[in-house]
């Protein structure tokens, strides 16, 4: 079954699931991301820290789709941030990807201490009007952040991508979200697998739906209108991941769920946490 899309705030099809690229590097990183693509994937997500554009561009072209097939997520690092740095920035990623344009792109971390996301994002979309970029957004933005962002620049961005998951929900962010019109996107969906998949609630809702528990959680992300960015390297792992539009949780089973929220599984908090 085709993975659904949704569509953003500028008009783009944005895949209700996509795939997460952290640790996918070398050949085998470009082989699992390939496998990928078979399977239905069409939203990649990269990053310059990840270190992996180069073999996500490869993967685009290995897999022999027509480019507009697919969405090609990087974002700028921390240490890009200002406007003639991320001009520059996402001239290397290009580079690096060996494409000559980036479907979403998205600022990292907000750093809010360096105080330079406005400007980033404005050479973002000044990107996007030059067609080197089709989609602007952000990651880690809270509410007060992406306020400023409007606020100043008039632009609101597509995608906020946070880290999201059933100990972490995000209820008041994606509120915030659905006001405005941004789509949310979940990192960590599976908590980077923890205890989360071991959870008994996860595994009875898992037998009574004849699923895994893994599909349980990404359809929770889906019900939630967050599209999830699952990391897996095999792909027997990848397509079940990709295989949980074929059943649906019920009212009482996402009340079931939202008793695991607990909060962030590490000090992510995007007001203080900084990545360069
Ligand atoms: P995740 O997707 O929650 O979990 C990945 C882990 O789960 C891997 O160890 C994977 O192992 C395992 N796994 C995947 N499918 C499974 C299945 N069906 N059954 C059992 N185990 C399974 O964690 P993540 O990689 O941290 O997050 C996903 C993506 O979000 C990242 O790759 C990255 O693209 C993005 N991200 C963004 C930010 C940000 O600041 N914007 C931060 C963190 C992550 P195998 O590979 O062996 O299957």
Redesign the pocket.
């Known amino acids: 079954m085709a993975i659904p899309t949704v569509t953003l705030n500028d008009g783009t099809a944005f895949p209700e699931l996509g795939?997460?690229?952290?640790?996918?590097r070398g050949e085998e990183g470009i082989g699992?991301i390939v496998s990928a693509i078979e399977s239905g994937y069409r939203l990649l997500?990269?990053?310059v820290n990840?270190e992996n554009e180069a073999e996500v561009g490869e993967a685009v072209r290995r897999s022999g789709l027509d480019r507009d097939e697919l969405i090609v997520t990087t974002?700028v690092p921390g240490r890009d941030h200002g406007y003639d740095q991320a001009l520059a920035s996402a001239e290397a990623s290009l580079q690096r990807l060996g494409l000559d344009r980036i479907d979403l792109y998205?600022i990292?971390?907000p750093n809010p201490s360096i105080d330079k996301y406005v400007d980033t994002y404005r050479a973002m979309i000044e990107l996007r009007d030059r067609g080197a970029v089709r989609s602007v957004g952000v990651?880690?933005f809270t509410p007060e952040m992406l306020t400023r962002l409007i606020d100043e620049t008039g632009v609101v961005p597509a995608v906020n991508?946070?880290?999201l998951?059933p100990y972490f929900p995000q209820t008041a962010l994606r509120a915030f979200h659905r006001t405005h019109g941004i789509r949310t996107e979940s990192?960590?969906?599976?908590?980077?697998?923890s205890e989360l998949?071991g959870e008994p609630v996860i595994d009875s809702l898992a037998e009574k739906h004849g699923v895994?528990p893994?599909q349980v959680v990404l359809r929770w992300h889906v019900q939630l209108d967050s599209t999830?960015?699952?990391?897996?390297?095999?792909p027997e792992?990848?397509r079940?991941?990709a295989d949980v539009f074929g059943f649906a949780l019920d009212h009482s089973d996402l009340g079931d769920i939202s008793v695991l929220e607990r909060g962030r599984l590490w000090d992510?908090d995007p007001d203080t946490h900084e990545?360069m």
């Not at 795939?19 to 996918?24: C, D, H, I, R």
């Not at 990192?187 to 697998?193: E, G, I, K, Q, Y």
């Open positions: 795939l997460g690229t952290y640790k996918l699992a997500d990269s990053a990840y974002k998205l990292h971390w990651s880690n991508q946070v880290e998951h990192w960590s969906p599976l908590a980077r697998r998949l895994t893994t999830p960015i699952p990391k897996s390297a095999d792992r990848q079940e991941n992510g990545e």
